[in-house]
């Protein structure tokens, strides 16, 4: 039996990303060229704009909004404050998306308890995401003005001592100097003029070599703003957690409602359709027991038979609900009889050191069923195998079959409303389907005993 830690299952990528190409230059001569290192400088000195806008506003206006709270003003002249904070942080992500590729989603509206204009001050000025946007930009001003300064001087002096050979003529012709002065008192004939061959070739080494450092200091600022974005600008990790759960709350309510649906309508039309036809023949044998008793027991022999069928059809439903052999048995057998009702030869190997809870060992157990299913009906598989073992904290499922792809998760499928049934569990199902197969859908559950 494959250990654990072997085990292959499909990944998700995640993000927009442009693919990786291989390069023949090394990464130090290549960066100081490449569009990374222009679209993160260009960020890095519009820091110095935004940081002024920010900070000049947030002071003015929260100074201002603390100083008329003696008056009922002061609190509208602090909403104001956070909103106008609320604006930049809109704008330095969308900055950070278009140069940083940095994708931080927009933080939700603030929500307040009951309607009404006190209620709306109260919740604005509640909010932890708006302060969260005033300490950016209180925080933004010095780290805007530091890495303005740090950008501009080393692009400045790297480019500007790298290609001085190239425009030390302009000081002769246009100035009457020989060239650039280190140091001196602007007399012609003291100081140090960088104007012989060894004077230029020394320039030329020092650019080369700020010019290569560049991109790295560059690279590290804009890392340190990628952290204060992210951290500061978008939605709360409190407020993301609500949002999952409210829908996974949605879900959970529709998936019980259809299955509430769907037990209905399969007693309805199966079982109490069949034991109402089998009362009424009940009762008309009853008649004709003291009639006709040969006809009347033709018909008990006739009802009995409808009884055996009625039984099977309330087993099938009952398995459908919660099979017997899961709660008896746990996954492995239970999985096992599914396995052999498909119509492909299926494989099963489990591998756990315990049963976990009830809720997630159901859902493991009817999310391969569905899959395997699916395998039946669409894949047009030889063959297909189901692997299930438990990782850390997460319960593993992996699905193989051998046919002949295409499958996918889309709005609409199947395969969507199993992946919003383990969404609503924590859970996460990756399905790597291409047209011509194989198929492998690997399926996350929390673990728990």
Not at 193 to 218: F, M, N, Q, R
Not at 294 to 318: F, I, N
Not at 334 to 353: E, F, I, K, N, Q
């Amino acid at each position: 039996m494959t250990s654990s830690t072997e085990r292959t299952v499909p990944t998700m990528a995640y993000g927009n990303q442009p693919a990786e190409r291989e390069h023949r230059l090394p990464t130090a001569l290549r960066a100081p060229v490449e569009a990374r290192t222009w679209r993160e400088l260009a960020y890095l000195l519009l820091n110095l704009p935004m940081c002024l806008i920010g900070f000049v506003w947030t002071v003015t206006m929260l100074s201002l909004g603390a100083g008329l709270l003696i008056t009922f003003i002061g609190l509208p002249v602090l909403v104001l404050a956070l909103g106008g904070c609320r604006a930049v942080g809109y704008v330095e992500r969308a900055r950070a998306r278009s140069l940083l590729w940095l994708d931080v989603e927009e933080p939700g509206p603030v929500r307040t308890k009951s309607r009404g204009f006190l209620p709306w001050l109260g919740g604005q000025l509640g909010s932890g995401v708006n302060w969260r946007h005033a300490i950016y930009c209180l925080l933004h001003f010095p780290w805007g003005v530091l890495t303005f300064c740090v950008s501009i001087s080393f692009f400045t002096y790297g480019w500007g001592l790298l290609t001085y050979p190239l425009w030390r003529w302009v000081f002769p012709v246009y100035f009457g100097r020989q060239g650039l002065q280190v140091y001196g008192d602007g007399d012609r004939h003291h100081g140090w003029w960088l104007h012989t061959p060894a004077d230029l070739l020394l320039c030329v080494v020092i650019g080369l070599a700020l010019v290569a450092l560049l991109p790295w200091v560059v690279r590290g600022m804009a890392h340190v703003d990628r952290m204060l974005v992210s951290g500061l600008l978008g939605p709360s990790r409190l407020a993301d957690r609500v949002t999952e759960l409210e829908s996974d709350r949605g879900a959970v309510v529709d998936t019980a409602a259809a299955d509430l649906r769907r037990i209905e309508r399969d007693l309805h039309d199966g079982a109490q359709a069949r034991l109402v036809a089998l009362a009424m023949d009940l009762g008309l044998a009853k008649e004709k027991l003291l009639e006709d008793p040969k006809t009347g027991a033709a018909m008990v022999e006739e009802a009995h038979g409808e009884v055996k069928v009625a039984l099977q059809e309330l087993r099938d439903l009952a398995r459908g609900i919660h099979p017997a052999i899961l709660t008896d048995r746990g996954l492995g057998p239970s999985l096992s009889a599914v396995a052999a009702r498909c119509t492909v030869p299926v494989s099963v190997t489990v591998d756990l050191p315990a049963r976990p809870v009830p809720a997630i060992e159901g859902i493991a157990y009817f999310t391969v069923s569905e899959l395997l299913q699916n395998v039946s009906k669409h894949s047009g598989a030889s063959r297909a195998s189901v692997d299930v073992w438990q990782t850390d904290d997460r319960l593993m499922l992996h699905v193989y079959d051998n046919g002949r792809g295409g499958a996918s998760v889309d709005a609409g499928s199947g395969l969507a409303g199993l992946a919003e049934r383990l969404d609503a569990v924590d859970g996460v199902l990756v399905v790597d389907s291409p047209p011509g197969g194989p198929t492998r859908i690997a399926a996350e559950l929390p673990w728990r005993v």
